[in-house]
């Protein structure tokens, strides 16, 4: 089971008012990080480090003798003063929601071969458009193609029967 | 406003635009509500019929439709659509072998304070 990414929420968003984006790269518990805010709740989330997240993430977590939480949290400090350290870190994870998936799915052979479920495969008129019915691998790239694609389909469709 | 969501939001900023100079176009949208089953007679002016099952709601809404696009997770298609015709038994089984992309990741959320 992979868990590798965090939110740290904040009263406001202290990044932005120090003059930063929120997005930055290495260093700390983060890989990656970038402003996750919406409305009146400002995030900064994450995709922690090796050693800090996923299957590193528990002997990390007994070695240092200090929970994963600190350690954002100091993170957070580091980057952006005293105020950093008032923020809430917050965990969401998929597994176990089953409209998405189960446990084992990413062993499963085919698990990441994308792009080979378009359509109803019996009619023309249901078209399949997430992110995994394009060879992109997920991102936001197979999203976007996937979008185009059946923009085209129903524009094929319906010029049909005009 | 974060990066995911400034997209969602001026997609739908345009969505609306292009909805509203469009009369051909009705915008229905619903956060609570979802696609439960989808009844294709072919290729016609209405050859579709969506029903959505709300969780706020007891009824369920029939959407007549000249096409449907699913945008979502093909494991998600398999297991929660309901099709007629039904998707052939292997590709219903190869579809729900497919995993969610970053269906193993832990996803962050924030919550207000």
Known sequence: MLTHARAVTFDKPIWRTQGFAGTATGGGCFDITWDNSYNDTYAIAGFLSNGDGGDDEQAGFFAQKRTLEERILDNMEAWYGPEGKSGVVATKTWNGESLYGHEGHERSARSHDYGRFKKHPLVDNIIFAGTESEGEHGHMEGAVIAGLRAAKEVFKITSKLS | ?113
């Open chain 2, 1 to 113: 406003m974060g990066g995911s969501h400034a997209l969602i939001s001026n997609l739908l900023r345009d969505i609306n635009i292009l909805a509203a100079a469009d009369p051909r176009v009705t915008l229905t949208m619903s956060a609570n509500a979802a696609c439960s089953s989808l009844a294709s007679s072919g290729a016609a002016s209405t050859a579709l019929t969506a029903t959505t099952s709300s969780t706020s709601s007891e009824t369920n809404e029939q959407i007549a439709a000249t096409a449907a696009i699913l945008a979502m997770p093909t494991y998600a298609i398999a297991n929660a659509v309901a099709f007629e015709p039904a998707l052939p038994a292997s590709t219903k089984s190869q579809m729900l072998q497919t995993s969610t992309w970053m269906y193993g990741m832990g996803k962050a959320t924030g919550e207000p304070h």
